[in-house]
């Protein structure tokens, strides 16, 4: 007996529909491997009238009071508290996410992040208005863009969906979102949430593959660009939108150093470390995935790890003492298998390093030691629930390491020394530094990095004005 798979279709202009060519593709559920629904394979025909209905509802979007955008946001905020279990079983099913922790860790942010942009919304304001010549009178204004591209991932679908479209409405913008394609579930169910709630067109969802993504990019209408993605697909949009000088929001991967000191308590700082590292898979661009020990605990602190790791469960989503679930996809899981077949003979797996079962994606959280700073899993993004372990020998060995790649997202430090604690958040080349902490976010700090892994921020006052542009008004003060 065959299961009939749900369909999902695009949200333009306040309606569903299908690809304008009836193109599909099936979606399958990482837990099971098997395929649960469809989605419209979007092509340009789709995107034309995605950016259509955007830009027609721009101007109206734009002239509204903030205080009217700040009542939908909040709106759609409560909306999505009101469906709450609907959304955490729909990405679930979307993801293979562990049902109780979608609950309890991703929910009440999401919440959190529309309610802040909420507020952001009242605070668009230019700086004060000042006499610079004799006679005239200079404002600055800040203004939405217009209409914003935006690519999403399939780490946290709903989540970084809410990072996207949020501050962008706030602002002002339409917005055009197309989540990964094998993660599209959830983000159409938020169409329907949100477009009972905004106008027509201001909000609409294309979902399709990397050539829908290229379209819209590359699409004369939109003013701005943002993706969450790899680094490849992000130097992918930026070439593209340089074309016709598009603003660019880039927000890609990362390699996060954890540097452990001789003065750090080990049993809490592993505790921590492993849920920072394995939690969601290590499918996320700040986890704790590259551990810098000093020497003369190094060996204590692996065993504790690696102890850690074999106790740590991965599962089917209704498991509640699972930490995380499987890897998104065949290929993803490809990848880690790959890091691992490939370790150099001076590597040790001191735990984990196999796939657990033959359905769904999973893969047993481990820990690799015995590297070298050259080696691949230490200078290239995993995305694995993995987490490398390195021994140095001072604190400039420590940066040295912590630095030596090309990536600068996040970073996090483990000392008992205020002193040395203040040095190393200086000297870490990071968007971000925990200090005797890793991974927690608020919506009133900024999210983003440096080098390869891009530029822009999420969240925070300066997420916001990512999606404004400044304009210069002078007025002569003789009529």
């Known amino acids: 007996m065959t299961t009939e798979l749900r369909r999902l279709r695009n949200y333009i202009d306040g309606e569903f529909r299908d690809a304008a060519d009836g193109r599909t593709t099936e979606v399958v559920n990482p837990a099971t491997g098997e395929a649960y629904a469809t989605a419209p394979l979007s092509g340009q025909a789709d995107v034309d009238a995605a950016m259509a209905a955007a830009a027609a509802a721009f101007p109206a979007w734009r ?27 729909v990405e679930s099913e979307n993801c293979g996410k562990p049902i109780g922790l979608t609950r309890s860790e991703e929910i009440p942010m999401m919440l959190d992040q529309i309610r802040f942009f909420a507020g952001a919304a009242r605070m668009l304001e230019g700086r004060s208005a000042g006499e610079y010549m004799e006679g005239l009178t200079s404002i600055v204004r800040r203004e939405p863009i217009g209409v914003c591209a935006q690519v999403a991932p399939w780490n946290y679908p709903m989540m970084m969906a ?35 709630i905004v106008p027509k067109g201001v909000f609409n969802v294309v979902t399709g593959d990397r050539n829908t993504g290229r379209a819209m990019v590359e699409h004369p209408t939109p003013a701005m660009a943002s993706i969450t993605g790899s680094v490849r697909a992000g130097m992918q949009v930026a070439e593209s939108a340089s074309k016709d000088l598009k603003r660019v929001h880039l927000e890609l991967g990362g390699k996060a150093p954890v540097v452990v000191f001789e003065d750090t308590d080990i049993a809490k700082a592993v505790a921590a470390i492993a849920e920072a590292g394995y939690f969601n898979a290590g499918q996320d661009c700040t986890a704790a995935t590259r551990v810098l020990v000093h020497e003369s605990i190094h060996d204590e602190f ?17 498991d509640e003492d699972v930490l995380f679930g499987p890897l998104n996809n065949p290929n993803q899981l490809a990848q880690v298998e790959g890091f691992i077949d490939r370790l150099p003979a001076h590597a040790k797996v001191e735990a984990g390093g196999q796939r657990v079962g033959e359905k769904g994606y999973f893969y047993a959280a481990t820990v690799v030691s015995g590297l070298k700073q050259d080696d691949e899993i230490i200078q290239q993004e995993v995305f694995g629930p993995v987490i490398t372990v390195q021994s140095f020998t001072d604190e400039a060995q ?16 483990w000392t008992k020394d205020h002193g040395r604690a203040m040095r190393l958040s200086k000297a870490l080349d990071f968007g971000c530094v925990w200090i ?10 900024p999210h983003g990095g440096f080098k390869k892994s891009g530029y822009g921020k999420d969240l925070s006052a300066y997420g916001f004005e990512d999606y404004t542009r400044v304009k210069h008004v002078m007025t002569s003060l003789e009529g």
């Open 63 to 89: 002239d509204l009071v903030p205080a009217e955008r700040q009542k939908a946001l909040l709106k759609i905020a409560d909306a999505f508290e009101e469906r709450a279990e609907e959304l955490i079983a």
């Open 162 to 196: 809410v990072w996207k479209f949020a501050p962008a409405l706030a602002a002002g913008n339409t917005v055009v979102l197309k989540p990964s394609d094998t993660t599209p579930a959830s983000t159409v169910l938020m169409a329907e949430i949100i477009g009972s």
């Open 302 to 318: 692996v065993t504790a790890l690696a102890k850690t790791a074999s106790d740590t469960k991965t599962g089917m989503p209704d």
């Open 398 to 413: 420590a940066i040295q390491y912590a630095n030596d790649v090309e990536y600068a997202l996040a970073s996090s430090v």
């Open 436 to 445: 005797n902490t890793h991974i927690p976010l608020v919506a009133e700090m």
